[in-house]
């Protein structure tokens, strides 16, 4: 079976910078609903469409194909009285945007005296990728799967 709409795709991957260090060891399969589900990078999604079973694939993607560009706007110096104790470097904590449509994720970078930075931006933001794959499975979506949109595990889907 070829990898077209309304597919399921199983993918063996890694990720790695264009100067060959890891970024994903792909530990644990990627399994995603082929057709504009936004379950994978359209320009991979793209590079898959007509694949097999068994048939490898290395696509690149700069930074506009996967976590966008950085973001200088996005990294904001706040102060330490907004958040709770014992915040540290590294952690994560998501915001409304200003116009409360959206969530985003920011990330502490710094902490200095009483300020925090704060970054929104994906931290690989900025990053071309080179995403190599083999393609490990492929079947037909099934009727619950395409109505939600989403791949549904052996088990069933219990979240909805």
Excluded: W
């Excluded at 530990?27 to 068994?54: C, M, N, T, W």
Aim: charged share 25%; glycine share 12%.
């Amino acid at each position: 079976m070829q990898i077209a709409k309304d597919t399921v795709v199983t993918l063996s991957y890694r990720v790695t910078d264009p100067d060959g260090n890891l970024v994903d060891d792909g530990q644990h399969p990627l399994v995603y609903l082929h057709g504009g589900y936004d379950g994978i990078f359209s320009r991979l999604e793209e590079a898959l469409h007509g694949k097999s079973v068994g048939e490898q694939l290395e696509v690149k993607l700069q930074p506009e194909d996967a976590f966008g560009e950085y973001d200088a706007e996005l990294v904001r110096v706040e102060h330490l009285s907004l958040f709770p104790e014992g915040i540290q470097v590294g952690m994560q904590f998501e915001r409304a945007t200003e116009d409360g449509d959206d969530e985003m994720v920011y990330t502490i970078t710094d902490i200095e005296g009483d300020k925090v930075v704060v970054d929104g931006n994906h931290p690989l933001a900025g990053t071309a990728l080179v995403f190599s794959c083999t393609v490990a499975d492929v079947r037909a979506a099934t009727a619950e799967e395409l109505g939600h949109g989403h791949v549904h595990g052996p088990e069933g889907h219990r979240h909805h």
